[in-house]
């Protein structure tokens, strides 16, 4: 992998581990597309992968570093009982949805890693991630404003169950765990932007128990020379991609409450089913 490959590849997971447009079905696709001869299942190219999902946490913990320290503040105490209780609701609450994605990995590895890497099949999800952000956004169309701006922390433990459950689609390449997570808020009667604020408060933990787990495997991998330091810039470029990522899609879901999700599922849907007939 040169460095110009590699920098495009992280600016393209620094934006799309955050837009609903599946990270991993555009590390899939892209590379097909553009004739690169990467083995996306070798040993060199899992140790950048992770690498830039770390990029990734760290651009994630530093945005909402303010919501993390305002739950841990309100868990601890500090800021009155009522704020306590509902700080420790909404912590249960993010690890109570991170259980269904630990079971289900454990579970299938090995068949999900078979699917990844396979460019088709990227696109043939990444087209049925489009369909559900649209079939979601006419569900939701249905509801009212007022039903839908509940707060984070009057969600039920099985709503936080349902939206792991979506959150393990994204196993699948071409599913977006953001977009999944997302769509499992809003069919929870969450807005937009209370769906997205959940969606990345979970992002951290589930991505770093599956980085943790990948860094363990790998600890006997020999990297190339000059790999280390072509990871190392990638999840620079991929931290500063995603801060900027997050900050505007932050926005975006604040002022476009009734069709936030159509844009996406247009695009995965073109961006789907183009590639599978060129890649065909």
């Given at each position: 992998?040169?460095?110009?490959?590699?920098?495009?590849?992280?600016?393209?997971?620094?934006?799309?581990?955050?837009?609903?447009?599946?990270?991993?079905?555009?590390?899939?696709?892209?590379?097909?597309?553009?004739?690169?001869?990467?083995?996306?299942?070798?040993?060199?190219?899992?140790?950048?992968?992770?690498?830039?999902?770390?990029?990734?946490?760290?651009?994630?913990?530093?945005?909402?570093?303010?919501?993390?320290?305002?739950?841990?503040?309100?868990?601890?105490?500090?800021?009155?009982?009522?704020?306590?209780?509902?700080?420790?609701?909404?912590?249960?609450?993010?690890?109570?949805?991170?259980?269904?994605?630990?079971?289900?990995?454990?579970?299938?590895?090995?068949?999900?890693?078979?699917?990844?890497?396979?460019?088709?099949?990227?696109?043939?999800?990444?087209?049925?991630?489009?369909?559900?952000?649209?079939?979601?956004?006419?569900?939701?169309?249905?509801?009212?404003?007022?039903?839908?701006?509940?707060?984070i922390a009057s969600l039920g433990l099985g709503e936080a169950v349902m939206i792991g459950m979506f959150q393990c689609l994204a196993f699948l390449p071409?599913?977006?765990?953001?977009?999944?997570?997302?769509?499992?808020?809003?069919?929870?009667?969450?807005?937009?932007?209370?769906?997205?604020?959940?969606?990345?408060?979970?992002?951290?933990?589930?991505?770093?128990?599956?980085?943790?787990?990948?860094?363990?495997?790998?600890?006997?991998?020999?990297?190339?020379?000059?790999?280390?330091?072509?990871?190392?810039?990638?999840?620079?470029?991929?931290?500063?991609?995603?801060?900027?990522?997050?900050?505007?899609?932050?926005?975006?879901?604040?002022?476009?409450?009734?069709?936030?999700?159509?844009?996406?599922?247009?695009?995965?849907?073109?961006?789907?089913?183009?590639?599978?007939?060129?890649?065909?």
């Open positions: 992998m040169t460095l110009l490959q590699a920098i495009i590849i992280a600016i393209i997971q620094g934006a799309t581990e955050l837009f609903p447009v599946s990270s991993l079905g555009h590390a899939a696709i892209v590379p097909a597309l553009l004739h690169w001869s990467i083995d996306l299942h070798g040993d060199m190219f899992l140790p950048f992968l992770v690498m830039l999902h770390l990029g990734t946490v760290m651009a994630l913990l530093l945005f909402f570093w303010g919501d993390w320290r305002a739950l841990l503040s309100g868990a601890s105490g500090r800021d009155g009982m009522q704020r306590q209780m509902e700080s420790i609701r909404i912590l249960v609450l993010l690890c109570v949805a991170t259980v269904p994605a630990v079971i289900v990995g454990g579970l299938f590895e090995h068949m999900i890693r078979n699917l990844f890497g396979t460019a088709r099949y990227a696109a043939i999800f990444l087209t049925l991630n489009g369909a559900m952000l649209l079939l979601t956004e006419r569900i939701k169309g249905r509801g009212t404003q007022s039903v839908l701006s509940r707060p071409g599913i977006s765990r953001s977009g999944a997570c997302i769509v499992g808020g809003l069919l929870s009667r969450l807005s937009h932007e209370n769906a997205a604020r959940f969606a990345f408060l979970m992002a951290p933990l589930v991505i770093l128990m599956a980085t943790g787990k990948e860094i363990f495997e790998l600890r006997h991998v020999e990297l190339a020379p000059g790999q280390l330091e072509i990871a190392g810039i990638g999840a620079v470029v991929a931290a500063l991609v995603a801060l900027v990522s997050t900050a505007v899609l932050m926005r975006y879901f604040h002022d476009h409450e009734k069709w936030a999700l159509q844009p996406f599922g247009y695009y995965c849907i073109a961006m789907g089913v183009f590639s599978f007939i060129y890649l065909g």
